[in-house]
């Protein structure tokens, strides 16, 4: 690994989004090892920029193991060292990178707003790297090219480390001296220092909480420590940690699913598992997720008749010519359109779909359909609510598990309706009446199940949520099992309990490259160290 420390320009908006699309920010120092005047202004927002770009792959990736999208290989549980290796170079060369910049010189400068920032994300994304890899370097991936061979560390040391980081990060914030200007420099949070002192508290109560497995007496004892202090944690929609795209083609700034599908040619296929598990209980977030090119189209894999045209996990079979058939992504999370298009088949007992008011027509979408003006939640209120339901019920934590499942529901629907008015789609929301009527209906599914059955409730719930983040999905299913996903058709592997390694860091890094080979097969069935 060979850390590059480089400075960005980001002067104008469209570079920051360029980013995203793998081109790299202009250098401006004559040594980069050593920047003489780093601009913390233009780097922090370049961090955030590429922190989400940097996740692209793994967050997609992460969604069709998860079903919420489908792709042919990945979908069989295969996997191979180029899938993530763009997201791995990228975070460690670039986001990570240029975060310890903003650290050094903003501790230098005393600019505690930057630091604190700065810190709070980079617990934040390795926190998510351990998740998704397990093992991966910390310490040295710090000192930039003074070592460039950085040992691996294992991830329960790390999150060790990360819980420090997050107290320094949130004493950082409370030295005074916040005052990001321009407030544009933070592209997430406008440089509000409450909503990163909410944010720091909640990425705490999902670390402990994530650990709870196999370190109970930790896991509970923080989480009881947070909310006995009243430390302010993420309890509005309007608090999320989450990053917002543009709607401009170019520079490219849309989110990437919404690119990705609304062209002629498609990634993805839908998942058709996910989408049937919506459309079978009667979900209404199923016309925001998945748009509809055609209103009636059968085959063997798609046996609905109603448009919702997607492939199940693991089928193996060749695609034809029908990508202008196929189901697509919708307004939430990608920006894309509302699908108001009568349904097939829609069962007489529905309360939530049906077609009353269902006025359009299905059409074949193009990149001038939807704004792309969609959304990728990192930690939300409604994670955060859902997560403590979880911790209530399983380790008897501060809080009504019942009545924080409600809470998570109402905040994710919400955030649906966020996205549909924002988003320049004209989308209609969901009313307030259809929200509390569907959050009563699976409340009583709630309070008809037994403790094993409420937890099985909470996280079914949240896994619908997060469609949008399949890397919080992930953690959940191999951290709990739940909810039950249909097993794949095909499969050409067990289900992937680690990521791979990026192919560079395993050929050149000299720490690891003797046992490339035996490293990079142990991934994909050694669990990391809080999934027992």
């Given at each position: 690994m060979?850390?590059i ?6 002067s ?13 920010f202009?250098?401006i120092?004559?040594?980069?090892n ?8 233009l780097l ?21 193991v ?7 290989n990945?979908?069989?549980?295969f996997?191979?060292?180029?899938d ?8 460690y060369?670039?986001?990570l ?10 501790t230098r ?9 700065a ?10 790297m ?5 093992d ?6 710090t000192?930039?090219?003074?070592i460039?061979?950085p040992?691996?560390?294992s991830?329960?040391?790390i999150?060790?480390k ?8 949130l004493a ?19 440089g ?13 109560i999902k ?15 923080g ?8 430390a302010?944690?993420?309890t509005?929609?309007?608090?999320d ?9 170019t ?10 599908e ?12 996910f ?5 079978n209980?009667?979900d209404?977030?199923?016309r ?13 894999f798609t046996p609905?008749?109603n448009?919702y045209?997607g ?5 193996a079979?060749?695609?034809p ?6 189901a697509t992504?919708g307004v939430?999370?990608?920006?894309g359109?509302?699908d ?7 069962p ?23 704004s ?21 019920l399983?380790?008897?934590?501060t809080?009504?598990p019942?009545?924080l499942?409600?809470?998570g529901?109402?905040?994710?629907l919400n955030s649906v309706?966020?996205i ?5 789609n ?15 209906n699976?409340?009583a599914?709630?309070?008809?199940a ?6 099985n409730a909470?996280?079914t719930q ?8 399949g890397?919080e ?21 067990t ?6 390694y ?8 000299v720490?690891?490259?003797?046992k ?13 160290f809080?999934?027992?």
């Amino acid at each position: 690994m060979r850390f590059i420390v480089s400075i960005r320009r980001l002067s104008l908006v469209g570079l920051l989004f360029i980013s995203w699309s793998c081109n790299k920010f202009v250098d401006i120092n004559t040594d980069p090892n050593n920047p003489v005047t780093p601009v913390l202004e233009l780097l922090l927002p370049a961090t955030q920029v590429s922190m989400a770009g940097s996740l692209r792959d793994v967050n997609q990736g992460t969604s069709i193991v998860m079903q919420h999208l489908y792709s042919s290989n990945t979908s069989r549980n295969f996997q191979d060292g180029t899938d993530y290796q763009q997201s791995w170079n990228a975070l460690y060369t670039q986001t990570l990178n240029d975060i310890e910049i903003i650290i050094r010189e903003g501790t230098r400068l005393q600019r505690w707003d930057y630091v604190a920032i700065a810190k709070l994300q980079k617990a934040y994304i390795y926190s998510l790297m351990v998740d998704m890899w397990g093992d991966i370097p910390y310490t040295d991936a710090t000192q930039g090219n003074t070592i460039s061979d950085p040992a691996f560390e294992s991830g329960a040391t790390i999150y060790d480390k990360l819980f420090v980081l997050i107290d320094e990060g949130l004493a950082d914030a409370a030295k005074g001296n916040f005052a990001i200007q321009p407030t544009t420099a933070d592209i997430i949070y406008r440089g509000d220092k409450a909503a990163w002192i909410r944010m720091g508290n909640s990425l705490k109560i999902k670390l402990f909480n994530q650990i709870r497995l196999v370190q109970p007496d930790k896991a509970k004892a923080g989480i009881a420590a947070l909310l006995s202090s009243n430390a302010p944690l993420i309890t509005t929609n309007a608090q999320d940690f989450a990053f917002r795209f543009g709607t401009t083609e170019t520079p490219a700034n849309r989110h990437p699913w919404h690119r990705a599908e609304y062209q002629a040619g498609k990634s993805y296929y839908m998942s058709q598992g996910f989408i049937e598990r919506l459309f079978n209980t009667d979900d209404p977030r199923i016309r925001y997720y998945f748009y509809r090119q055609t209103s009636n189209y059968t085959v063997g894999f798609t046996p609905t008749g109603n448009g919702y045209f997607g492939r199940y996990t693991g089928d193996a079979t060749a695609s034809p010519n029908d990508n202008a058939l196929k189901a697509t992504v919708g307004v939430y999370p990608a920006g894309g359109l509302y699908d108001n298009s009568p349904i097939n088949n829609i069962p007489t007992t529905n309360v939530f779909v049906t077609n009353s008011g269902a006025t359009s027509a299905p059409k074949v979408v193009t990149n001038l359909d939807g704004s792309g003006a969609g959304v990728f939640p990192f930690i939300t209120n409604a994670m955060v609510k859902f997560i403590l339901a979880e911790a209530a019920l399983t380790m008897g934590t501060t809080g009504d598990p019942k009545q924080l499942f409600q809470d998570g529901i109402t905040a994710q629907l919400n955030s649906v309706n966020t996205i549909s008015t924002t988003s320049g789609n004209s989308a209609p929301v969901l009313p307030a009446a259809t929200i509390t009527a569907f959050v009563a209906n699976r409340t009583a599914q709630y309070d008809a199940a037994d403790a094993a059955g409420k937890l099985n409730a909470i996280m079914t719930q949240k896994y619908i949520a997060l469609y949008g983040n399949g890397m919080e999905a992930y953690n959940d299913y191999r951290r709990t099992g739940l909810p039950v996903l249909p097993a794949p058709i095909a499969p050409l592997n067990t289900f992937p309990l680690r990521l791979t390694y990026s192919i560079t860091e395993l050929s050149t890094n000299v720490t690891i490259s003797d046992k490339a080979d035996q490293l990079q097969t142990a991934q994909q069935t050694t669990p990391v160290f809080w999934d027992k």
